[in-house]
């Protein structure tokens, strides 16, 4: 077995790793995928989902959860785990105001449930850990979209399967829209979602699977593909920059002195735009960009980069190709804009009522992951929390240097007050439905449980890989 040290050092990449039999940890380094050149794939673009039916009030979907194959490398199929066999699965393009029913048929041997990461939804449809679909069977998930135009996504959330079936590729998009908010933003085909992922592939370029194995999982995903080529033209794109790796953390820069100006982020827009030359994205975090290429030359290469990367295949992530557009004497014609406004963002409201503490930390004797000093157990009550009260969370991670953690609240967006004491900038304070939690770090967060649902309603680590080994609590919500 190894010992404390070994552990922490395994973990460095962005998380820990167990104690794990030897063998499992030498066969956690071979396998050399087939080498691929980079930069010669076209982006794939998620498919958008369409109604079956669409009514006065509601649009309805299906999705079936089933295995299937994806074209990871080139001419390689890659045996993954689908929504409508699609990898990363479909996505849903709802209106707020306007009410969407999900019908899901799993037709996986394991049981599945479907979490709409960032909704507001009633507790029947948030997609708790036990409160799954079994094998064969189906059920319809309510999402009435009465909150802000964000970018959300669906994910697995089975109880101790959702970290594998989130790497093998259960998640997808979901992106609530209101054409009144920020309408000069780019639109259309100049409004772009980029789904970043980390995976471990063998020299078959088959997915190898282990629990805290993020070390080994060294090729990023953008979309389903590493390290693709997108062509744009000499205008503004709107990128939505979305995490949905296990455990891995990105820092992003751009290369040729290009920079971002972020107008969204987890709940939607900000109150003004912010010009920044580094993101930084963690598990389940959205971000989004408006970046400007008319600057750029056509024939000009601008690259996408990690600068967490460990290798070239995680560090270099995707390219941005300039065109001149449609022809090379005339400019590209560009109406849209970043306006200096973006949104009024709603008041903080009544005054706290309940400071609570939430300690995150690793049991090494039992080698399971704590909140507030208990594993998880879904039939525990860790908060009662009345509707429309507003509350004060104090969320440490308590764990020693290397191993950070994220806190994700289901069913609210919050604020982020500060860390350890010092106030955070704009473009993290609100809204946040995810937040990330550095090693010996105390973060302070208010938050507003003004959402019209009561029931129980998990509150974790997003690092799945931690949040399958019990860092998960949940709260009941009280009229």
């Known amino acids: 077995m190894l010992n404390r040290r070994g552990t922490l050092k395994l973990g460095a990449a962005g ?16 396998g050399t995928p087939p080498s691929v050149k980079p930069f010669t794939r076209a982006l794939p673009i998620p498919p958008v989902l369409s109604p079956v039916h669409s009514d006065r009030s509601t649009d309805y979907y299906e999705l079936s959860v089933r295995p299937g194959v994806a074209e990871i490398l080139p001419g390689v199929p890659t045996e993954v785990i689908t929504y409508n066999g699609s990898f990363p699965g479909p996505t849903i393009r709802a209106r707020r105001g306007r009410s969407v029913k999900v019908a899901v048929t799993n037709r996986l041997q394991t049981p599945s449930a479907v979490h709409l990461h960032g909704g507001i939804v009633p507790q029947d449809s948030d997609g708790h850990p036990l409160d799954v679909i079994q094998p064969g069977n189906s059920r319809i998930y309510h999402y009435p979209n009465d909150q802000r135009a964000a970018t959300l996504w669906y994910h697995d959330h089975a109880h101790h399967l959702e970290a594998e079936q989130i790497y093998k590729g259960l998640c997808g998009l979901y992106l609530v829209e209101d054409p009144a908010e920020a309408p000069t933003l780019p639109r259309g085909q100049f409004d772009i979602p980029l789904m970043f992922r980390d995976v471990a592939l063998d020299d078959h370029g088959q997915l190898l699977w282990a629990m805290f194995d ?55 827009l900000l109150a003004r735009p912010v010009r920044r030359t580094e993101i930084s994205l963690w598990p389940a975090e959205r971000v989004e960009v408006v970046v400007d290429f008319a600057k750029a030359r056509g024939g000009s290469q601008i690259t996408l980069v990690n600068a967490q990367g460990t290798a070239l295949e995680n560090t270099e992530v995707m390219r941005f190709e300039v065109v001149d557009g449609i022809r090379k004497d005339m400019p590209d014609t560009d109406d849209s804009s ?63 240097d290397p191993i950070p953690h994220s806190l994700h609240v289901h069913v609210v967006q919050f604020r982020v007050l500060d860390r350890d004491g010092r106030s955070v900038e704009p473009w993290e304070a609100f809204p946040k439905d995810t937040v990330s939690i550095a090693s010996g770090e105390t973060v302070r967060l208010l938050i507003r449980f003004d959402a019209p649902y009561t029931g129980v309603f998990p509150f974790h680590c997003h690092f799945v890989d931690h949040s399958s080994v019990a860092m998960m609590a949940q709260m009941r919500i009280v009229a």
Do not use: C
């Open 15 to 30: 998380g820990v790793a167990l104690a794990l039999p030897a063998e499992r940890l030498v066969s956690a380094v071979v």
């Open 214 to 268: 993020a070390q080994r999982r060294s090729t990023v995903l953008v979309n389903g593909v590493p390290q693709p080529v997108l062509r744009v033209r000499r205008r503004k794109y709107r990128l939505r920059l979305v995490n949905t790796s296990n455990e891995r953390m990105f820092a992003f820069r751009l290369g040729n002195g290009a920079e971002f100006v972020q107008v969204a982020t987890d709940g939607g």
């Open 338 to 400: 970043v306006p200096q406004k973006l949104s009024v963002l709603p008041a903080v409201g009544a005054p706290v009522m309940t400071t609570r503490k939430v300690v995150l930390s690793f049991d090494f004797k039992n080698l399971v992951f704590l909140i507030n000093g208990k594993p998880y157990d879904p039939h525990r009550t860790d908060f009662t929390i009345k509707r429309g009260s507003t509350e004060i969370w104090e969320v440490t991670n308590a764990d020693p």
